[in-house]
């Protein structure tokens, strides 16, 4: 079955607001601007440009300039003299984006120069900077000037470059922009090339710097950045039918209309043409605010008739109105609350402000403004198109009083500020954080590879709108601060501590000295204490490290979690239990697992630096223990598929309690989402028994002892009947009836129980594999790679939660993708199969245990188990795992059918392969006796039997390898070389490579 | 071997080739019984032995179904109707890829001695099909146990052929089985042996091989004028043979010293009282602990772990009057042996499947010990079987009591059988010839009497 994509199966969205970006927020910011103009091609003689740069410092202002207005990416430009240098350089570096032409070139004149561009067929604009003089009258007036794609006039401001580069970006990008977040748009009509030369630059300035003054309300500095490209466009068009095109096409994006009223309509001059544009557009959105302006003052009486503001263009402060009409009708600059009679009785600078200020004036300034938009258009101005467009289509009307309409602006509003901190990383801040949701940082440098990947996923899960998408389930990531890696390194620095910790080789010992370590950066200690204020829930302080997670050595596992009840009635005691936790995290980056770990990957532990994840641990409280229902993993992909189950359907395993017990490798229930009926490791009632889980780890919420020692102390194990007096087992339990000799899903009859996850995997009262297959495909798709994703959920309470814990990419060995056959020299391979389990490379095994395929008897196959046993304990006890060579169905209860031994008869095993007898195929057992410890031990399982036209196994070598050891039916081959095992799990193909010989 | 035996033999794998399982059991069943047919002529002229190794009946059929996917799914089915000279037709039924007609007819053929020696009224036979349940979802498994018994159920009855269940078969296989051939014969009646105890299963199924052992070796003591009283028991293995074993020994005031799982033993000096026992339930049934717990929570007692190297089991090497294997197969070697007779073992009864190799047996009967073998001394399992299909012919349920009584009953009736066959054939208190013969004679004198069929 073929998995649809996580968008599709997120029907029930508006999926206008997908499209539109108004359910991502500003994380559609991002995409925004997209194509921009980075290099410039200015063709013009010396003189020219001479004239241009009167002081010499034309790019050095530019620069300046973009730096003050933050903009990203100031302009390269590159001048030629020559059109046809101009030409070859055009076509041959292909960089271009903008060609920038004075009247004057050494070899041609400007228009044969355009031409020769279209003719070529290069798509780039071309735009005629000319100064003011007869030449360029006679070229307007000969039309000459429609070859080029813009013309304008250089009056001396170097500002005038930063309105062409605008212009011509925003109409790159409206199109795309405007469906993506619902980008604003301001139509500028103007033929006359001087005016648009003087009016752009003063637009662009004043859009700008509203833009700069959002920035102010950024929630961090990377949202403050994406906020300028969000700042409204501008639609130049010198026509009225170019104008009505763009009005018609973004009409509910239209910010205002700045116009001249003499232009260009159906080919030629309408001096009404202004006034006519200002009626139709008023006619359908009376709310669109219109400036006319005209050398005629008799035109002001018609503009005011309208409805439009007016400005006369030869007025001396024409500069200045126009800025103060954008400020104040474009709602840049502050929210003005007047009465109908144009009394000024509120304003309001930011969000907050505008709450507080809703809160309290008059009635008729609240319907003054809310009957013509002006909220929604604020905010839009202000780039907060997401609460705009929830508030747009509410009416006055809707409501049955002024007071009901206040109340639910003031509604909105907050509601929105707390969905603007929901999955982001915020910058600490006491007054804001919420202690459910928030996920913040305190302290500069990494968050490290934890953080990342949560901090990633939490705006996944907020921007798909996933937290809701089970009516019974709210699926999130719980509460966090991460404290930045700068932190580390100055509690390392201040205590002196790093030289010692990289040099000392007992973990004990660095785990007392950091405890006793005393110097704490003083303001992360006052955060801290902040955020323990408001977080009085069990916490888990997890590793963050710089190299955790990362692609290729994942260091999953390698460092410590603590966990803390946080219960202590003394402040003061919680931050110390805080600190300590932190301070045994730190130590665990120098422990001798991650030294050992870091030797076998290409970095050097000197650039290892920790941070830390607080977390709000997911559960409930249970007499003095707190634990979640359920933790658990899933990954990407299942390199022990069963049955109908497929490698890329991925796979989850699940346990009681928390998710020590499956980091630990005990006791889980293992099930591909895809198939969640399928469990085959509850196949029989003796698997069952066997295979499930018997207690579970929870947070003990008594005394928080100190102790100086590496272990998590608060964490204990429980058998599974205290989460049934709990009442938390019958979630995820069976009941196994001896005297019925029968497993019954639930806790309703009698009997021994059993944790099978029925519940929840067959009588669906969770929807945990749609969760898994919904967060596995969208963190994939994310990511860009497959992923694995750590998980609990509480269940004592509905809504059920299930947090997310951990988001990381999916290590597959490259290697092993590329795993042909073809490659391998026939007399090299030893053994090849197509029916494989597991995953990875192996080459540090030196010995194989072979049954003898023509000793070997089926009647005394309890003998062969005996043997192969011994040489199991024997290699075991050297240190030395194997290669198992078996034959018939290994683990059988049927001596008949192949050698029954047990797993602790062959545990040293790292792979296996079972092969057909001598006489008689037998259909293969693949490993299903041993299904559970095969996964838990990632051990490789090869099955080669007739009907796999690709297995192989080369007998022939085998019998005639000298033996280190031979038994009646089993004999031992040892090798100074070792083998090389080769799996790939996604394709469930793998072979063995005989040892290499080595040369005497 | 007998010239007889080696002709037969060829015979028989002349007619049944590549069933090598099958070949040996036939082979011990006519070494055994050589001895039989020299006395009794009659057999060897009705052909008896000929005759038994042919199954009465052999149903092979398609098994087609439906699984989650929609795809359709064709698993092969059995029905090896061995033979039904003393009672309807009986055996389990087994659902494993490994299932053939070769591994039915021999588990089938071994059956059917097995149910003669319990005395009660119940034919041989066995069944199955190559479906594997790993992996398969319960919606998956009920339409297979349908689609099985959509052919099974015109061969099978409570008065023609009763299964139950065996390897893949548990009570929620026997359910689902049980339903559809109630719905195809509108017929509610003991047709398949396992059910749940609410719609006619029997009680003390779980104790029936460990209470039966005990029983047994109750019976083999009562020969030389002995009880369990006081008598201490070496008992191997913690499932539920081993807790019952434990539980009936100190029911009849015996002391068990001893219980072990695959990574050690505990050996407790004091013995294991009913708390101790109780404790040990808990943790083999429960919380699924090991048997080391049991040497923690409890002073003095010695817990020793597995030792591969070791060719013995120090298990067996204790003090001891009674030994009752109730963990594995093969558990008891010579030397084992050897150190059970030394340690002053003199009765040793088999919960467990053959728990005791060919060379141990050896030693205990040489040594002229009481040695109950697992054919007879485990009997317990299929004789509760019976009492289900008795109480289901009643239309009665027993109380625990009765149904223990009764089981005590058979384990008696099986001692009987085994001891007098012995001494009949000059052999007194050699119990693995008496259950050999024994099972056979009773077979064979009703296939006399009722003639060719």
Same mark, same amino acid.
């Given at each position: ?1000 | ?242 807790? !019952?074993?434990?539980? $009936?020994?100190?029911?009849? +005031? @015996?002391? *068990? &010293? ?112 009481? !040695?109950?073998?697992? $054919?007879?001394?485990?009997? +317990? @399992?299929? *004789? &509760? ?69």
């Amino acid at each position: 079955m073929v998995r649809k994509p996580f968008k599709d199966v997120l029907t029930h969205f508006d999926p206008s607001w997908i499209e539109h970006g108004y359910g991502t927020r500003f994380q559609g910011f991002q995409n925004l601007m997209r194509q921009r103009i980075r290099d410039i091609l200015l063709v013009s003689s010396l003189y020219d440009l001479y004239v241009f740069e009167e002081d010499g410092r034309l790019y050095e202002l530019l620069r300046e300039e973009y730096q003050k207005l933050m903009l990203s990416h100031a302009p390269e430009f590159t001048r030629v003299s020559s059109g046809r240098e101009a030409l070859s350089l055009i076509k041959e570096e292909k960089r271009f984006d903008l060609i920038l032409i004075s009247l004057h070139i050494e070899d041609m004149n400007a228009t044969t120069f355009a031409k020769m561009v279209r003719e070529s067929g290069l798509d780039i604009p071309v735009v005629l900077l000319a100064y003011d003089n007869r030449e360029l009258a006679d070229l307007l007036r000969r039309q000459e000037a429609t070859v080029f794609d813009r013309v304008f006039m250089w009056q001396g401001d170097f500002r005038l470059l930063i309105a062409i580069i605008k212009t011509l970006e925003d109409q790159l990008n409206v199109d795309h922009d405007t469906r993506i977040v619902g980008i604003q748009s301001i139509i500028f009509i103007e033929d006359n090339v001087r005016f648009y030369s003087t009016f752009l630059p003063i637009m662009y300035l004043e859009l700008l710097t509203q833009a700069q003054r959002l920035i102010s309300e950024g929630i961090n500095l990377s949202h403050k950045n994406l906020r300028t490209r969000a700042r409204p466009k501008i639609l130049h068009a010198t026509t009225y039918e170019e104008a009505w095109d763009y009005f018609k096409k973004y009409q509910e994006h239209i910010l205002g209309v700045i116009s001249d009223v003499d232009f260009p309509r159906q080919g030629k001059y309408d001096a009404q043409a202004g006034l006519m544009f200002a009626e139709n557009v008023l006619a359908r959105r009376a709310d669109v605010p219109i400036l006319l302006q005209s050398n005629l003052p008799e035109n002001e009486p018609l503009a005011r008739a309208l409805g439009a503001s007016f400005l006369l263009k030869t007025s001396p402060n024409l500069a200045e109105e126009l800025r103060s009409f954008m400020a104040e009708s474009f709602s840049f600059g502050d929210f003005i609350f007047r009465t109908p009679d144009g009394r000024i009785v509120g304003r309001a600078q930011d969000l907050i402000s505008l709450e507080e200020q809703i809160k309290v004036v008059p009635e008729e300034s609240l319907r003054y403004h809310a009957e013509r938009n002006h909220f929604s258009n604020w905010l839009r101005a202000r780039t907060e198109f997401w609460l705009a467009h929830k508030l747009r289509p509410r009416k006055v009307s809707d409501f049955a009083s002024m007071e009901e309409l206040r109340q639910d602006l003031i509604r909105s509003l907050r509601e929105y500020r707390r969905l603007c901190q929901r999955g982001i990383v915020t910058d600490f801040n006491k007054d804001t954080f919420d202690p459910n949701t928030s996920f913040a940082r305190i302290g500069g440098g990494s968050l490290g590879g934890k953080a990342r990947g949560l901090a990633f996923v939490n705006i996944l899960i907020n921007n798909y709108n996933v937290q809701n998408f089970w009516p019974n389930v709210t699926i999130d990531v719980p509460a966090a601060l991460a404290i930045g890696t700068d932190v580390f390194d100055e509690f390392l620095e201040e205590n002196n501590l790093r030289s010692f910790a990289l040099s000392c080789d007992n973990d004990e010992e660095i785990c007392r000295r950091f405890l006793l370590a005393s110097r704490f950066p003083e303001r992360i200690l006052g955060d801290l204490a902040a955020f323990l204020d408001l977080m009085h829930a069990p916490l888990a302080v997890r590793s963050s490290s710089l190299l955790e997670d990362s692609q290729y050595h994942p260091f999953a596992g390698v460092y410590h979690t603590y966990m803390i009840p946080n219960n202590h009635p003394d402040p003061i005691v919680r931050l110390g239990q805080l600190l300590r936790a932190i301070k045994r995290v730190y130590a665990s980056t120098f422990f001798q697992a991650p030294k050992e770990y870091i030797k076998a990957t290409s970095y050097r532990l000197e650039e290892e630096k920790m941070a830390v994840v607080i977390q709000k641990l997911v559960g409930s409280q249970h007499g003095d223990r707190f634990y979640p229902a359920f933790s658990g993993v899933a990954r990407s992909y299942n390199f022990y598929p069963v049955g109908p189950q497929k490698p890329s359907e991925g796979v989850a395993s699940v346990a009681l309690g928390l998710g020590k017990m499956i980091v630990e490798g005990g006791t889980s229930v293992r099930f591909s989402p895809a198939h969640p009926d399928h469990l085959p490791q509850f196949a029989t009632i003796t698997d069952t028994l066997h295979n499930s889980q018997r207690d579970f780890y929870a947070l003990s919420l008594a005394e928080d002892q100190y102790h100086s020692g590496v272990e998590d102390l608060q964490i204990k194990r429980f058998d599974i009947r205290v989460a049934e007096q709990d009442g938390v087992l019958g979630f995820l339990a069976s009941t196994y009836s001896p005297e019925n000799d029968c497993i019954y899903d639930g806790i309703s009859r009698e009997g021994r129980r059993l944790v099978t996850f029925a519940p929840i995997l067959k009588d669906k009262i969770f929807p945990l594999p749609q969760i898994i297959e919904l967060l596995l495909d969208m963190g994939s798709w994310g990511m860009g790679t497959p992923v694995e994703i750590e998980f609990a959920a509480d269940m004592c309470r509905k809504p059920y939660e299930f947090g997310l814990l951990q988001l990381r990419p999916f290590v597959l060995n490259r290697e092993l993708e590329e795993l042909t056959l073809e490659e391998v020299p026939e007399d090299e391979l030893l053994i090849s199969s197509n029916s494989v389990l597991g995953h990875g490379v192996m080459n540090d095994i030196y010995d194989i245990v072979v049954v003898d395929r023509d000793l070997f008897e089926r009647s005394r196959s309890r003998q062969t188990a005996q043997e192969i046993s011994r040489l199991n304990a024997e290699l075991l006890a050297d240190h030395r795992p194997y290669l198992l060579i078996a034959l018939g169905r290994l683990g059988t209860l049927d001596p008949w059918l192949g050698i029954p031994v047990t797993w602790d008869q062959i545990c040293g095993a790292r792979a296996i392969v079972e092969t057909d007898f001598k006489d008689m195929p037998v259909s293969p057992s693949q490993g299903s006796h041993f299904f559970h410890n095969l996964t838990s031990f990632s051990v490789g399982y090869f099955s080669i039997n007739g009907r796999d036209a690709l297995g192989k196994i080369d007998w022939e070598w085998l019998n005639s390898q000298q033996p280190a050891l031979q038994l009646n039916t089993v004999k031992l081959l040892r090798f100074d070389s070792p083998l090389t095992i080769k799996i790939n799990g996604r394709e469930n193909r793998g072979y063995i490579l005989k040892p290499k010989r080595v040369d005497p | 071997m007998s010239q007889f035996v080696q002709e037969f033999m060829a015979e028989v794998k002349a007619k049944n080739p590549n069933e090598p399982e099958f070949h040996q059991a036939v082979q011990e069943v006519a070494e055994s019984v050589a001895l039989v047919y020299e006395r009794h002529p009659e057999y060897r002229r009705a052909k008896i032995l000929e005759r038994i190794v042919e199954p009465e009946r052999v149903i092979m059929f398609r098994v087609p179904w439906t699984d989650d996917r929609g795809e359709i799914r064709i698993n092969r089915g059995y029905r090896v109707q061995m033979n039904s000279a003393i009672g309807p037709y009986k055996g389990g039924l087994r659902f494993h890829p490994s299932v053939n007609l070769g591994i039915l007819k021999f588990l089938a053929f071994e059956q059917v001695f097995k149910n003669s020696l319990t005395s009660l009224p119940m034919g041989g036979a066995k069944g199955g099909s190559d479906f594997d349940p790993k992996g398969k979802s319960d919606a998956e498994v009920m339409r297979f146990c349908q689609a099985f018994m959509n052919e099974l159920f015109r061969h099978i009855g409570a008065d023609t052929d009763v299964p139950a269940g065996d390897i893949g078969v548990g009570g929620r296989e026997i359910g689902f089985l049980f339903g559809q051939y109630k719905k195809l014969m509108n017929c509610f009646t003991g047709v398949l042996t396992g059910k749940g105890i609410n719609w006619g299963g029997s009680l003390i199924r779980p104790e029936a091989t460990g209470y039966g052992a005990v029983y047994f070796a109750a019976e083999m003591l009562a020969t030389r004028g002995q009880t369990l009283e006081g008598k201490v028991c070496l008992v191997s293995g913690s499932g539920n043979v081993a807790q !019952y074993t434990v539980e $009936k020994i100190l029911d009849m +005031g @015996g002391k *068990a &010293v001893t219980l072990s799982d695959s990574d050690g033993y505990i050996y407790d000096e004091a013995g294991i009282d009913r708390e101790k026992l109780e404790f040990v339930k808990e943790l083999k049934n429960i919380r699924r602990g090991r048997i080391k717990e049991y040497a923690e929570k409890y002073p003095g007692v010695v817990y020793t772990p597995v030792d591969p190297n070791l060719p013995y089991n120090p298990l067996w090497n204790h003090k001891a009057d009674c030994a009752f294997p109730s963990a594995t197969q093969n558990e008891i070697n010579a030397i084992d042996a050897q150190n059970l007779v030394r340690n002053g073992v003199y009765c040793v009864a088999e919960g467990a499947n053959m728990p005791t190799h060919i060379d141990g047996v050896r030693i205990f009967l040489d040594a002229g010990i009481l !040695y109950g073998p697992g $054919k007879a001394a485990n009997a +317990g @399992g299929v *004789a &509760v079987s019976g009492l289900e299909m008795a109480q289901n012919s009643m239309r009665m349920p027993w109380q625990r009591e009765e149904v223990d009584a009764r089981l005590q009953i058979i384990m008696k009736n099986i001692h009987k059988t085994c001891k007098v066959t012995a001494e009949r054939y000059n052999v007194p208190g050699n119990y693995v010839v008496g259950a050999n013969i024994g099972g056979f004679i009773k077979v064979a004198d009703a296939m006399m009497d009722q003639g060719i069929v």
